[in-house]
Nanobody, 124 residues
Framework: QVQLIESGGGLVHAGGSLRLSCAASGRTFSNYRMAWFRQAPGKERQFTATISQSGDSTIYADAVKGRFTISRDIAKNTVYLQMNSLKPEDTAVYYC?????????????????WGQGTQVTVSS
């Protein structure tokens, strides 16, 4: 069992920045690929970014490429999502997820463990 706890969400003006954190516990953190997904009101959960077990490979959704950066600190069992140049359309609940797959997993069904989510609201 893996427990994931997100933090760092909040309200920010367009053009601003936020850093989300996801603290993992319960299993060996370095065995898991980590990802961020987001879900806006009335919409399906969408892939945002993922990082490999070693941290040397990342994949981003086109909508956030060049603005968001995913990273992980294995010593702290934590994955981060640095979000810059935020837009109102980035408003969503952001979820952290983990999987043991080694492939570039961008589908939510490939992830086994999920956090409770953290709200990000970007005002125009």
């Amino acid at each position: 069992q893996v427990q994931l706890i997100e933090s760092g969400g909040g309200l920010v003006h367009a053009g601003g920045s936020l850093r989300l954190s996801c603290a993992a516990s319960g299993r060996t953190f370095s065995n898991y690929r980590m990802a961020w997904f987001r879900q806006a009101p009335g919409k399906e959960r969408q892939f945002t970014a993922t990082i490999s077990q070693s941290g040397d490979s990342t994949i981003y959704a086109d909508a956030v490429k060049g603005r968001f950066t995913i990273s992980r600190d294995i010593a702290k069992n934590t994955v981060y999502l640095q979000m810059n140049s935020l837009k109102p359309e980035d408003t969503a609940v952001y979820y952290c997820a983990s999987t043991q797959t080694t492939s570039g997993a961008t589908w939510s069904t490939m992830y086994d463990y999920w956090g409770q989510g953290t709200q990000v609201t970007v005002s125009s």
